[in-house]
């Protein structure tokens, strides 16, 4: 040999040896990341931190809600971060699908083999086989191996086992299995788990929630329903204390023109039409519409009241002895005035600063709409008119508030939650125990060696498998 040699055949070992990183290595390794314990026990701690940002920080508020309690730097972090709208953000969705991907990759790595070798009965096992198990035992029977068999036969069926046997040459082999459901109840979480994120996303994605203020006797499209609704009746009950005891809307579907379906929806009684929910949420008073107002017409000069007069929304009165003829145009709970587009509008929905328009017509000629205020009487004149008018009261119109929804994926979502709790019972009350016996003839009868094996009870197993021992002991006695 040269002294060249022994590097040669070094060199070409040391390549053997080297592992390759072809694609089963890479799948392997993709494999065994996202079916970890540690990335499941990351995005439980992120989604629950995510859920308490989104229960802390009120979601899909207006800018100036967030400005007002946060201030305005703070409110444009919240934009960059998607701190308003946390479930709909990229980021939320991208953990969501990590753990769909974790779920499944764990399912699909360990099911299958746990699957098969929960239905594999192997019932000629060899003697060494059951002598190694962690619960064994070596029982000396009185009896025929045929007669000692059938009892154990009978005294595992007894106890819930399935159980199976085999002769051979050596003797009678038996196989017993309970509980195998108990193995499956932790890979059905697995599952289910992606199953209710799934629904999630399809009634994220593709579904809506809306809140309307509806007006009785209107009727309302609803574009994403591709139908209207007619608000028939709307109504509240009370108790004889005054207390309100429920409150109720009569609505009607309409589709394509035509009548379709009506019902009374209470609180907890909602309507249901192609898919979309419309719950019974709330009540109030309409902010821009009212019944009625009552008014005193008042001498401008004396400011002696000439008449007291109940005027229905939008309908004309007639008042022939003091020439006036007066419509009620207009309402707003909270007045307010835009100066640049030159318009009254409610400031907002409280009934803070009432205040009515008034289509005025006098004596053929004179014609205004002053706006005549509830807590401000005679704020404004009325030129060339010798009246003036007193907002006295009004009964606001009552509105009431659905709450409409369409989840395509809720079905899903109900689908994965009854599994989650199925599985959690399975695992929980359920464990899968296998026995395996080996009836031997010997020159005092037979020898049962017994073997058995449970995923988890260990304790409660030893207990059994104790009792169990002590029973074909008596077999034959």
């Known amino acids: 040999m040269d002294g060249k040699s022994p590097l040669v055949v070094e060199s070409q070992a040391s390549q053997r040896a080297a592992p390759g990183l072809g694609w089963s290595e890479i799948k392997a390794e993709l494999a065994g990341f996202f079916a970890s314990i540690k990335l499941a026990m990351f995005l439980f701690i992120i989604l629950a931190l995510t859920a308490t940002i989104g229960t802390v920080i009120q979601q899909g508020d207006r800018p100036e809600v967030y400005i007002e309690e946060y201030g305005e730097e703070t409110y444009r972090w919240f934009l960059r971060l998607g701190f308003t709208d946390v479930y709909h953000t990229w980021w939320f969705s991208s953990l969501l699908t990590l753990l769909c991907i974790n779920s499944l990759t764990c399912f699909y790595k360990r099911f299958p083999a746990i699957w098969r070798s929960m239905r594999q009965d ?16 070596e029982i000396p029977v009185a009896g025929s191996k045929e007669g000692v068999a059938e009892g154990i036969v009978q005294l595992l069926a007894e106890k819930g086992y399935r159980v199976l046997a085999k002769n051979d040459r050596q003797g009678v082999n038996l196989y017993a299995t309970k509980g195998i459901m108990g193995r499956v109840g932790a890979h059905m979480a697995h599952l289910s788990a992606t199953i209710i994120v799934l629904g999630g996303f399809i009634g994220s994605y593709w579904g809506f929630q809306e809140f309307g203020v509806c007006l009785e006797g209107e009727t309302y499209h609803i574009p994403k329903g591709q139908f209207d609704l007619r608000v028939d009746k709307f109504w509240i009950d009370y108790y004889e204390n005054g207390a309100v005891q429920s409150y109720n809307s009569t609505l009607t579907v309409i589709d394509e023109g035509r009548p379709v379906t009506t019902k009374t929806i209470t609180v907890n009684d909602p309507l249901v039409y192609n898919g979309v929910w419309f719950y019974q949420s709330s009540y109030g008073d309409a902010w821009d519409q009212v019944e009625m107002v009552r008014l005193n017409v008042m001498d401008k000069e004396t400011d ?28 707003v709970a909270d007045f307010g005035f835009n100066s640049i587009e030159k318009r009254v509008y409610s400031k907002t929905v409280e009934h803070a600063n009432p205040a009515i328009r008034l289509a005025l017509t006098e004596r053929q000629s004179l014609q205004a709409k002053p706006w005549i205020f509830y807590h401000y009487p005679g704020l404004f004149d009325i030129a060339g008119s010798k009246y003036r008018f007193e907002l006295v009261g ?19 979502v109900w689908t994965g939650s009854t599994m989650i709790v199925v599985g959690i019972t399975l695992s929980s009350f359920i464990y899968h125990r296998r026995l395996w016996a080996k009836v031997i003839p010997s020159n005092a009868g037979v020898t049962v060696h017994l073997g058995g094996t449970t995923h988890k009870s260990e304790i409660d197993f030893q207990k059994e498998f104790r009792k169990m021992t002590e029973r074909i002991r008596t077999i034959n006695s």
């Open 394 to 412: 009004y009964k606001p119109r009552k509105f009431t508030g659905l709450q409409i929804t369409k989840d395509p994926g809720v079905k899903m």
């Open 122 to 137: 192997k019932v000629g096992v060899a003697l060494p086989f059951i002598q190694g198990m962690k619960h064994t035992a």
């Open 304 to 331: 002696a009241v000439l008449d007291t007069v109940d005027l229905e929304w939008q309908k004309e009165a007639d008042l022939r002895k003091l020439g006036l003829k007066l419509t009620v145009t207009d309402f």
